[in-house]
């Protein structure tokens, strides 16, 4: 069980209803330890009832007149007391008339003590010593049984009576007992880099729970500077770096304006000024993918068609993919409805093109596929290039990874496939790669959750 809230309760339920179980086994045995005790009293009570019948001259008195005194005192209680009299060395001189001339079993060195007689069952067994006669007397144990199975019973009905109880009682309790807990997890969850002021709420009572308050508001305290220092460190850097290539960009714009540059040297510093673009460009990259991973940028979602904002890009990828002399195919079936952002979506569509573009050969075909299901819009965009290995297809999306780039194409930043990432992330969806048709070239995929009115009417 990975939930505390469920543990909680089984302890709970099963130490209440263990501890009751417990109560009734010590019970069980003090109750038919008493009413043993009681059937020995009732033993003797009909043996001091036999010798006050016999009267004080009872060796005295021939077989026949004892015979007589006694069943005239026990005929009354044949139901209760089964009674032989042994006249050691001259015989049994007594029995019962429920005996039917069967003795009592005799258990040596024992005086009180259980027995069985075949045909009555069970006898709880009292041996009285008078002398020169020894008289035993049984009482029948089956109602003492009798009470202790009824009271076995009970004691079942009641533990699970108690069990459901204590699980119901313990789900309360669990409540009860983790609320600070789902409270601090609450606050914590929204703890982001947008809103690191807030703190969790610090009960008053000083416990454990308190304590741990304190200690995650110190942490989130310590975090909440470290950010600030990183974001204005990633602010100041990327200050301080575009100053300078901006003045540099400027300079050699300013020597090309000119024109006093020798062939070869305005070559150069074409080539020093693309540098400078890629540098900018990769720099606002990775201020995006920062501020992305932290949360830091809002996406304002919109809900509407996926095919009409396909129809909306597909000119200006036609015109891309044309201009790199490769062919474009565009598929997309199914109806519904997105929660997307065009301006994000927009450039997550148009890096995957050109990253297919990076490796697709000469007149390669590119293919955009677009399918709405029941819950999910998934975007395919597949290339014939030579695709990707073993644990490639997840370092893709890791920055600066860049494979299989044919020489004099645009080898970009490595970074195309992390934005996508982190833009998809923030759409709550998720983006893969996987080989491409029968093995060759790649496919990134990606894939959005449909709106739940669209989701409904599927439904």
Not at 65 to 81: G, K, M, N
Not at 200 to 228: G, K, T
Not at 366 to 383: G, H, N, Q
Request: proline share 4%; glycine share 6%; hydrophobic share 45%.
């Amino acid at each position: 069980m990975r939930s505390i809230r469920a543990r909680i309760t089984v302890w709970y339920a099963l130490s209440a209803t263990t501890t009751l179980a417990l109560l009734f086994a010590i019970g069980y045995l003090l109750l038919q330890n008493y009413i043993v005790h009681d059937l020995d009293l009732l033993n003797r009570a009909e043996f001091e009832q036999i010798r006050a019948r016999l009267g004080h001259d009872y060796g005295a008195l021939t077989p026949a007149i004892i015979d007589q005194r006694i069943r005239e005192t026990t005929d009354y209680a044949s139901v209760l007391f089964y009674i032989n009299i042994d006249f050691p060395k001259h015989g049994m001189l007594f029995y019962s008339n429920n005996l039917d001339g069967r003795p009592i079993p005799d258990v040596p060195r024992k005086h009180i003590y259980n027995t069985a007689v075949p045909g009555i069952g069970e006898l709880r067994v009292a041996e009285f010593i008078m002398p020169p006669f020894d008289v035993t007397i049984g009482t029948p144990t089956r109602q003492m049984r009798q009470v202790m199975d009824a009271y076995v019973e009970v004691c079942a009905a009641l533990l699970a009576a108690m069990l459901l109880i204590s699980a119901a009682i313990g789900i309360g309790l669990s409540r009860l007992v983790l609320r600070p807990v789902r409270l601090i997890g609450a606050t914590a969850n929204r703890i982001r880099s947008d809103n690191l002021a807030e703190r969790i709420p610090v009960p008053a009572v000083r416990d454990e729970i308190s304590d741990l308050a304190r200690l995650l508001n110190q942490m989130f305290d310590r975090l909440e500077s470290s950010f600030h220092q990183v974001q204005r460190f990633t602010a100041e850097v990327s200050h301080e770096l575009k100053t300078p290539l901006s003045l540099v960009r400027l300079h050699a714009e300013k020597l090309l304006v000119d024109g006093n540059l020798e062939r070869r040297h305005e070559e150069a510093v074409l080539v020093q000024l693309e540098e400078l673009a890629r540098i900018n460009q990769m720099i606002d990259e990775l201020l995006f993918i920062s501020r992305a991973e932290a949360h830091g940028v809002t996406l304002q979602l919109t809900v509407q068609d996926p095919g009409r904002f396909l129809q909306g890009i597909e000119p200006d990828l036609r015109a891309l993919t044309e201009h790199r002399g490769r062919r474009l195919v565009c598929r997309h079936r199914g109806a519904g409805r997105v929660a997307i952002e065009d301006k994000w979506l927009r450039q997550v569509v148009f890096n995957l093109l050109a990253n297919a573009l990076s490796v697709s050969p000469p007149d390669g075909r590119i293919t955009l596929s677009s399918e709405i299901d029941a819950a999910v819009w998934r975007v395919c965009i597949e290339d014939q290039g030579p695709g990707l290995t073993g644990d490639q297809y997840e370092r893709a999306f890791e920055r600066f990874v860049r494979f299989h780039v044919p020489s004099g194409e645009d080898r970009g930043s490595g970074l195309g496939l992390a934005i996508c990432r982190s833009i998809i992330d923030l759409h709550g969806g998720r983006i893969y790669a996987a080989p491409g048709t029968d093995g060759i070239g790649l496919r990134v995929t990606f894939e959005l959750s449909v709106a739940a009115s669209t989701a409904a009417d599927h439904a």
